[in-house]
């Protein structure tokens, strides 16, 4: 599976757009790219899912470039409420379906 | 609210003892997997249940167990405990054994402690 880095913490302020950077150089062809949300003392949630391009939904967008090494997950105008872990997962659908986490990044935000 | 509810919420033990931690998984997925979650670390990936039988496992020793009931339901039994198995366990389910593409829903965990 392959390997992600990503910033250990980053603060930001109410109303402003976060952008949070995941490195993974040794992505596989069939390996699609996921990111998670964890408040504490919870399991992690879905937020978005992609191959390649961009990806938008009602809450992040997802942007991967076209070498696919690495992604940034955008939150528009966060709140207080989006304080949390953020996981950025890689995962090759053909080794099975075990997750592999990273550190993830702890997102502060501040009012 | 995923639909993935998860019993006991807490629970203390002992060094050496015997634990059963228990998972219900949302209706209609039938495959489930559980990660042992340490403070201020990612989950780690214990095993994946798939129609009553084990397809996956990760970097744990054998005194991690579980089962899959024929209803989805799952348990995870981890014998001997060590100070170290403290943490956060959690339990997620996905619709069918399928790749990444197929989103995990996971439960809130139950948070174990060894004294």
């Known amino acids: 599976l392959a390997k992600t880095t990503q910033p250990i913490s980053m603060d930001s302020y109410e109303g402003q757009e976060v952008n949070i950077t995941c490195s993974h150089n040794?992505?596989?062809?069939?390996?699609?790219i996921t990111w998670y949300q964890q408040f504490p003392s919870q399991g992690p949630r879905f937020i978005i899912q992609?191959?390649?391009t961009k990806v938008t939904n009602e809450v992040a967008s997802l942007f991967i470039p076209a070498d696919r090494k690495s992604s940034t997950l955008s939150l528009p105008r966060v709140s207080l409420s989006d304080t949390a872990v953020y996981y950025c997962?890689?995962?090759?659908?053909?080794?099975?379906?075990?997750?592999?986490f990273g550190g993830g990044t702890r997102l502060m935000v501040k009012p | 609210e995923t639909g993935v509810t998860q019993s006991p919420t807490h629970l203390i033990k002992t060094r050496g003892q015997q634990v059963t931690l228990r998972c219900s998984s949302q209706?209609?997925?039938?495959?489930v997997s559980w990660y042992q979650q340490a403070l201020g670390q990612g989950p780690q990936f214990i095993f994946q249940?798939?129609?009553?039988?084990?397809?996956g496992r990760g970097n744990f020793p054998p005194r991690f167990s579980g089962l899959q009931f024929p209803n989805y339901s799952s348990e995870l039994n981890v014998n001997a405990l060590e100070l170290d198995d403290s943490a956060l366990y959690l339990c997620?389910?996905?619709?069918?054994?399928?790749?990444?593409?197929?989103?995990?829903?996971f439960g809130p965990g139950t948070r174990l402690l060894v004294l």
């Open positions: 992609g191959y390649k």
């Open positions: 040794n992505i596989a062809t069939n390996d699609y």
């Open positions: 209706s209609g997925h039938n495959t």
């Open positions: 997962l890689v995962g090759d659908k053909n080794a099975g379906n075990m997750l592999t």
């Open positions: 997620a389910s996905r619709p069918r054994l399928a790749g990444l593409e197929e989103t995990q829903y």
């Open positions: 249940y798939y129609r009553e039988e084990e397809n």
